[in-house]
């Protein structure tokens, strides 16, 4: 099954580089370009790597969890 149609991945090939070390959504556009272009398919790779399908994130800062695009998640990975 394709988890990336844009660059061709499938769900075995996001599982072979997490068994390799990639624990991050991040990790995985890197081993394979898989979630770096449309960006439909990185929420697919969160639930793959056991990070949950559709997480919230406080991204107010005052305790509030809201829904955060895949935009908003690269962004917080890189300040993490």
């Given amino acids: ?45 969160q639930a793959l790597l056991g990070r949950g399908a559709c997480p919230s994130h406080d991204l107010t800062g005052q305790g509030k969890s809201v829904r955060a695009e895949p935009s908003e998640l690269r962004a917080l990975e890189e300040a993490a």
Avoid: L, W
Wanted: proline share 2%; aromatic share 4%.
């Fill in 1 to 45: 099954m394709y988890v990336c149609n844009c660059f061709g991945v499938t769900e075995a090939q996001v599982k072979e580089h997490a068994e390799n070390g990639a624990g991050t959504p991040r990790q995985i556009a890197s081993a394979c370009k898989a979630g770096t272009d449309c960006g439909s398919c990185v929420r697919r790779i």
